[in-house]
C-alpha cells in the first residue's frame, strides 16, 4: 500500500480531458476497525456524515448501494460494491466512476483516504455540469475524524 504524504484533510482535483479524479487524506486518532465500521454501516452514514442524505442496500463485496448526496439532492447513485478488505480498503463505484476508501494504520492513528474517479469516452460532454466534489470531500472526512474520535 502506498503510504499517503499528506494527511492535512484538503482536498484536491486533477482535471483531464476524460477524467476528473479528487483525492483527500487525514490522519485520525482512532483504530482502522473504529473508521471502518463507520464507513460500511449504511443505515448510520446520514447520522454522521453530513454530505450523505441516505444510502439503502448493504456495502458488502457484490451488492448494490443507491446514495443520496448533498452535492445532487434530487439524484440517486446506483453504486455497486466493488471490492472489500476489512480495515483497509472498500471501493464502490458505477459505469462512470470509482470511489476508493484506504485505512493504514500508523501507530495508535489511522492515515485514511478517499479518492475519487469519473471519467469516460462521453464525459467531455457532461463534465462542466458536474460539481466540484472539494469541499463536499472535506466536509466527509471532518464529520469522519470528529465521530471516530469521540
Avoid: C, H, Y
Amino acid at each position: 500500500m502506498k503510504k499517503t504524504t499528506t494527511q492535512n484533510g484538503v482536498a484536491s482535483t486533477t482535471k483531464k480531458t476524460f477524467s476528473r479524479t479528487t483525492s483527500i487524506s487525514q490522519t485520525i486518532q482512532a483504530k482502522p476497525s473504529v473508521i471502518w465500521s463507520l464507513i460500511t454501516n449504511a443505515s448510520d452514514f446520514s447520522r454522521w456524515n453530513s454530505t450523505v442524505i441516505s444510502i439503502e442496500g448493504e456495502i458488502k463485496q457484490g451488492q448494490k448501494i443507491a446514495l443520496k448526496s448533498t452535492l445532487d439532492e434530487s439524484r440517486t447513485f446506483k453504486l455497486k460494491v466493488k471490492e472489500v478488505i476489512p480495515n483497509q480498503k472498500l471501493v464502490w463505484g458505477d459505469a462512470m466512476g470509482k470511489r476508493i476508501f484506504r485505512l493504514e494504520q500508523d501507530g495508535s492513528s489511522t492515515i485514511f483516504s478517499m479518492t475519487e474517479t469519473i471519467g469516460g469516452p462521453i464525459f467531455p460532454l457532461f463534465a462542466s455540469k458536474i460539481p466540484s466534489f472539494d469541499a463536499s470531500f472535506e466536509q466527509f472526512v471532518a464529520d469522519l475524524k470528529q465521530e471516530s474520535e469521540s
